[in-house]
Each structure stands twice: as structure tokens, then as C-alpha cells.
């Protein structure tokens, strides 16, 4: 089992900025791909970042590309958003993933419970 636990939510003013934090622990080792996900409220959840734990490009949605950052510390177990120039869009809560490896592309097996991030216009 991995458990995953996200910090660094909050209340912020448009064209802000935010870090976000995963902490992971347990097999960590078991899982090969980390992500953030959102949820706004009335919608659907919906992917925003990923990255892999050894490297390579990460991936994001393309309603934050060039305004967000995902970065892992694979000393550390422990994967960072940091959130750019917030937009009231933003608003939603955020939830860390982490994918088994060998699992399909489309599936996260583990999953944080969430952080509010709120942006006021």
C-alpha cells in the first residue's frame, strides 16, 4: 500500500502563487508515475500534471501549461505543484495519484485525500 498526503491548499487572490505538496510513504517503491488531479465543485475530476519518479518529461493538462510545475524529490518521496499565475478557474480541490507500475496508462491506484485551493477574483 502507499499512502499520499497533500498539503499547501489555501485561499489566494488571482495571478497568485501556490506550492502544493505530496508526501508519500509505504512501497512507494511499487509505483512508477505521480500526479495531481482537481475537482471543482459541480465537476467532474480532471487531470492537471504528471511525472515520472525516474525523470523524464512530465505531462500537464493544457488549461496550465506554461503556469504550472510539477517536481518530484525522489530522496524525499515527495512530489510538488507549484501553481503560477492562479486564475478563479483554478479553484477546486487537488489530489495527489500514484500509479503502480505495469498499471494502464489511465488508471492511478492510490490517492490522496485532497487540499482546497481557492482563488478569489
Known amino acids: 500500500q502507499v499512502q499520499l498526503v497533500e498539503s499547501g491548499g489555501g485561499l489566494v487572490q488571482a495571478g497568485d502563487s501556490l506550492r502544493l505538496t505530496c508526501a508519500a510513504s509505504?512501497?512507494?517503491?511499487?509505483?512508477?508515475?505521480m500526479g495531481w488531479f482537481r475537482q471543482a465543485p459541480g465537476k467532474e475530476r480532471e487531470f492537471v500534471a504528471a511525472?515520472?519518479?525516474?525523470?523524464?518529461?512530465?505531462w500537464y493538462a493544457d488549461s496550465v501549461k506554461g503556469r504550472f510545475t510539477i517536481s518530484r524529490d525522489n530522496a524525499k518521496n515527495t512530489v510538488y505543484l507549484q501553481m503560477n499565475s492562479l486564475k478563479p478557474d483554478d479553484t477546486a480541490v487537488y489530489y495527489c495519484?500514484?500509479?503502480?507500475?505495469?498499471?494502464?496508462?489511465?488508471?492511478?491506484?492510490?490517492w490522496g485525500q485532497g487540499t482546497q485551493v481557492t482563488v478569489s477574483s
Open positions: 511525472i515520472r519518479w525516474s525523470g523524464g518529461m512530465p
Open positions: 495519484a500514484a500509479r503502480e507500475i505495469g498499471a494502464p496508462s489511465y488508471k492511478y491506484d492510490y
Open positions: 509505504g512501497r512507494t517503491s511499487s509505483t512508477n508515475v
